[in-house]
């Protein structure tokens, strides 16, 4: 009778752990099933607010043409008439400014919202985010014009108050002129990263276009970035394809090239002052380039990048021959002196050459023989190009 009763106790007890455990988990699966409803809960809102987001009627886009008196404004709206319209409560007062891109609504034409500036995808790709990694101590035989340039673009930015005291305007804009391969970029890649400035890149070619007022247009909204971005360096490379000299004979497209010209002439020296922005230029051919964009206001220093001398040079194959495996034979102040005529271009080149030589015969160490067959071949290339020392610089 006894273990029976135990058995029975024994079968309730296991029951009541079972029923424990059960309980456990359906305790679990509550959790997890109002855990999934909040989830739920919270997507449907999101879904519901999206929907109303679809159903929303479009707005036209539209300019702002003149603010009235009792608040109402004057816009141009994409369709084209002008019309007087009011503007929602939720629009602050201050962003309504004339020439502003606004969001109007499609039936009753009033303003819902303003809309930031429009810049043209190549005019926002021209901004360098990451600085270059050049720095001044890896261009050889420029010291003078390291210093011009430093003093026309860099102290400006950083000590402008020197130029305060002195009671003077810093230079707007400086224009590097020299051959190609003697260093302009390497120049301006400097600059870039020695300041806290946005630095801007455009070739002068990307600002022709195909149909009439899109180059005046890029030129506009470049510098509209530029001051947006300030304070910041606008670097235009190859300037004189689109600032060559105006003739009286010309095709449609020199034309609009020269409208292009004469929007880049009033942004530089205009009624819009440029503040913090600086401009730099290059070209290897100022014989060509309007007598307005050289003028003293526009390009204040023009710095000319000969080729490099014998010091130079020498310091240039230092540069580039740090990071070589080089023979003791070898002996660069030598180099310098057989590469006359060479740019720096030509002298990174050489020394790629002769470590080229060095590979093909399976060394890791460059000799001065390597070097002596380089200058021969790079010079001799170059020579017959017409490419060292051309007409124009010489």
């Known amino acids: ?50 929907l109303e987001r679809l159903k929303a009627p479009p707005l036209i886009i539209g300019q702002i043409k003149d603010i009235l008196a009792d608040g109402r404004v004057v816009v141009k709206s994409s369709t084209g008439p002008d019309f007087i319209v009011s503007t929602s409560d939720y629009v602050a007062p201050e962003l309504l400014l004339a020439g502003a891109r606004v969001a109007l609504n499609k039936q009753t034409l009033a303003v819902m919202g303003v809309l930031p500036p429009s810049l043209d995808p190549l005019v926002i790709g021209a901004e360098i985010i990451e600085k270059p990694d050049t720095v001044y101590e890896e261009i050889g035989g420029l010291q003078e014009q390291i210093v011009e340039i430093r003093e026309a673009v860099e102290d400006p930015l950083l000590r402008p108050e020197l130029y305060k005291k002195v009671g003077i305007d810093p230079p707007k804009g400086v224009l590097l002129v020299g051959p190609p391969g003697t260093g302009k970029t390497l120049l301006a890649k400097a600059v870039a990263r020695q300041t806290n400035a946005t630095f801007i890149r455009f070739v002068g070619s990307e600002l022709v276009q195909k149909y009439i007022g899109e180059g005046a247009r890029l030129v506009r909204e ?34 609009e090239v020269q409208r292009t010209l004469m929007q880049l002439l009033a942004e530089l020296d205009g009624f819009n002052p440029l503040g913090e922005v600086k401009i730099i230029g290059a ?27 014998f ?75 017409g490419m060292v020392a051309g007409p124009m610089f010489a």
């Open 1 to 50: 009778m006894l273990d029976e009763v135990h058995r029975k106790i024994s079968v309730l007890e296991e029951r009541n752990l079972e029923l424990v455990e059960e309980a456990r988990r359906v305790e679990g699966e509550k959790r997890f099933v109002e855990g999934e409803l909040i989830r739920l809960q919270k997507e449907m809102k999101r879904l519901k607010a999206e």
């Open 222 to 255: 470049l510098f509209d970035l530029a001051r947006l971005k300030a304070p910041s360096i606008v670097f235009i490379d190859e300037i004189d394809s689109v600032g060559a000299k105006r003739l009286e004979l010309a095709t449609s497209g020199d034309r």
């Open 283 to 309: 070209t290897n051919r100022p014989d060509i380039l309007d007598e307005a964009l050289l003028r003293p206001g526009r390009f204040d220093r023009i710095i000319e990048i000969p080729f490099p001398n």
């Open 311 to 385: 010091e130079g040079r020498s310091a240039i194959f230092k540069i580039h021959s740090k990071r070589m495996n080089l023979d003791k034979t070898v002996q660069l102040e030598e180099l310098g002196a057989k590469s006359e005529g060479a740019t720096g271009a030509d002298i990174k080149s050489v020394c790629t050459e002769a470590g080229m030589f060095a590979i093909r015969e399976n060394r890791d160490i460059v000799s001065m023989a390597d070097f002596e067959k380089a200058l021969i071949k790079v010079l001799d290339q170059d020579a017959e190009k």
